[in-house]
């Protein structure tokens, strides 16, 4: 490890107030059997919790494999993202770079080694990812993510898809050719204002892809300090976020020459959908002019007016419904159906969801309890999930919907 030059692997870890969960990120690290030299570069964005304090007695015990950045002042919310990239990009030296954010930790201890040997010998591969379990910090439950139902290679048009719907791959399974993401990266993926979904793009489209279905790390999901809790409890970041990956997408479709504007142009329509029904009138947040006027569109489908006529046309009299959906977004479309005279059976999700028994005062049914009686339902889903939703229900026999929350092609 004394020569710089053999190092491998670089461990990227960004950290911001993980006090309680840090030591056990790097012990997960350290436990790693592995057969070359790899460094730890951590990035510690200004905690204030005793973190940094944590991390210094790592780096005394560890300083040939510990490396650190230490900000005197938060970065990330000044929505200054390039000290974070500049610590990834020039101070890791591996020939790969794999990646664990401050609050989550690797399970196996042969993740490491596994990655690298495939790496190796696969040298088309530019980037693989694996199984991780998603633990809820909040209630305690932990489930599989199972990103990709088996292990190979996937499409590019397949790892694009994939994170931007309900499946994930967990940032911790990431392990990639560092010198893929150097390379004429684009000013426009520095400004996403988060680093997990364009840094997989990135690398993904300089060589193949291979997951592994094998679980060897864990998510933090909803941690003290993280990301996806920030913006959870603020709106206005949350909207900033949803406008900057709205931008992200477009501008990265175009970097792309287009391969995949039909998958992003969904993801645009779900994200800002989403955002219509979570805040409120967020208009004056939101630039640039294309994503306001789509606002006002998915605000207009959300106070009903005229598909719920569409919908009344296409039913038998007096007949109810079933809802496809368990968001926010079926409780604004339950709403709107009641407030159009229509009456509401329930709610239904794809067989396999985690469910309750009850949402907005009525029962959760999953689709296949619902089959054979030629029901009719009102998809309330993201556009992004409305064809996978659909499909599902032509496999159970059910071909009565109405997917009223999709933007036609004129409003495009």
């Not at 970097?255 to 805040?279: N, V």
């Not at 509401?344 to 999953?366: H, L, N």
């Given at each position: ?17 993980h006090r309680e969960y840090i030591a056990q990120t790097l012990d997960s690290i350290l436990m790693q059997k592995v057969t070359f030299p790899y460094e730890i570069v951590i990035h510690d964005d200004a905690s204030t919790d005793g973190t940094t304090e944590i991390i210094r007695e790592y780096e005394a015990r560890y300083p040939v494999i510990i490396r650190c950045m230490y900000q ?341």
């Amino acid at each position: 490890m004394e020569d710089q030059k053999k190092v491998e692997v670089s461990v990227f870890v960004p950290v911001y107030n993980h006090r309680e969960y840090i030591a056990q990120t790097l012990d997960s690290i350290l436990m790693q059997k592995v057969t070359f030299p790899y460094e730890i570069v951590i990035h510690d964005d200004a905690s204030t919790d005793g973190t940094t304090e944590i991390i210094r007695e790592y780096e005394a015990r560890y300083p040939v494999i510990i490396r650190c950045m230490y900000q005197t002042e938060n970065q990330f919310s000044q929505g200054n993202l390039h000290p974070i990239w500049n610590c990834q990009l020039y101070m890791c030296r591996g020939k790969y770079c794999a990646m664990l954010e401050g609050d989550d930790y690797w399970s196996d201890p042969d993740k490491l080694q596994r990655q690298y040997d495939y790496m190796e010998s696969h040298p088309e591969c530019s980037l693989y990812m694996h199984n991780a379990w998603k633990l809820d910090v909040q209630t305690g439950s932990k489930v599989l993510l199972n990103t990709f139902s088996q292990s190979g290679y996937y499409s590019q048009r397949e790892q694009v898809l994939c994170g931007l719907g309900s499946k994930f791959p967990a940032t911790g399974s990431f392990f990639f050719v560092l010198e893929y993401l150097r390379k004429d990266l684009p000013e426009f993926v520095i400004e996403a204002g988060v680093g997990d979904y364009p840094i997989r793009q990135i690398v993904a489209n300089k060589g193949a892809v291979y997951y592994d279905e094998r679980p060897m790390s864990v998510y933090r999901y909803m941690t003290r300090g993280s990301f996806m809790k920030s913006i959870r409890d603020n709106m206005d970041k949350y909207v900033d976020y949803i406008v900057k990956m709205c931008v992200f997408y477009q501008r990265f479709s175009e970097y792309l020459d287009h391969k995949f504007d039909d998958i992003y142009s969904m993801k645009i329509d779900s994200d800002i959908l989403g955002m219509a029904a979570a805040t409120y009138d967020c208009r004056e947040q939101v630039e640039p002019a294309w994503l306001q006027n789509k606002l006002d569109i998915f605000y207009r489908m959300l106070s009903g007016g005229q598909w719920i006529e569409d919908v009344k046309k296409l039913l038998d009299r007096d007949e109810a419904v079933w809802i496809y959906g368990t968001s926010t977004l079926a409780a604004i479309c339950k709403q709107s159906l009641e407030q159009g005279n229509i009456p509401v059976k329930g709610f239904v999700v794809s067989d396999g969801y985690s469910k309750a028994d009850t949402f907005d005062g009525y029962m959760v049914r999953y689709v296949s309890e619902t089959k054979g009686n030629n029901d009719f339902y009102v998809i309330a889903a993201q556009p992004i999930n409305q064809e996978s939703i659909e499909r599902v229900l032509h496999t159970n026999g059910e071909a009565r919907y109405y997917s009223p929350y999709r933007l036609s092609k004129e409003e495009k």
